[in-house]
């Protein structure tokens, strides 16, 4: 199957708009596939939009203990706040914790004028 025919069976879900994300600001969202669910987060670090789904390697709980609180107070790392395991907000790569040398799972982020689209698995629905 080529990339090509990958992308375009790929549906996508608008999960919010660029305004809504100034630096240090994150959005959680749910992705399905018509069959599961998972939640995922939008962050915008120094200026760049990342996304990920909200589960940490180590054992696959969320990392917001609050609600849609997901970066270190000094704001230059995700943390995992069930067990402290840090990550990278531009690679998801765990740097400290548990699952050094994981990463959490990135989602594709599409930008269309201000609106954010994140890439539904194949089969994906627009709920």
């Known amino acids: 199957m080529s990339l090509k025919r990958t992308k375009?069976?790929?549906?996508?879900?608008?999960?919010?708009?660029?305004?809504?994300?100034?630096?240090?600001?994150?959005?959680k969202f749910t992705l399905?596939?018509?069959?599961?669910?998972?939640?995922?987060?939008?962050?915008?670090?120094?200026?760049?939009?990342?996304?990920?789904?909200?589960?940490?390697?180590?054992?696959?709980?969320?990392l917001d203990w609050v609600d849609n609180q997901f970066f270190t107070i000094d704001g230059r790392y995700l943390m995992c706040a069930n067990h402290g395991a840090t990550f990278e907000p531009a690679t998801g790569a765990c740097i400290w914790g548990p699952c050094v040398g994981a990463a959490l799972q990135s989602v594709a982020l599409e930008l269309e004028g201000a609106k954010i689209f994140v890439q539904c698995p194949r089969g994906g629905d627009q709920d």
């Open 32 to 62: 399905s596939n018509g069959k599961y669910s998972v939640e995922g987060m939008i962050l915008n670090y120094q200026g760049s939009l990342y996304a990920y789904v909200n589960r940490c390697p180590h054992i696959g709980i969320s």
């Open 8 to 27: 375009k069976e790929a549906k996508r879900k608008l999960v919010g708009e660029v305004s809504e994300l100034t630096p240090g600001m994150t959005k």
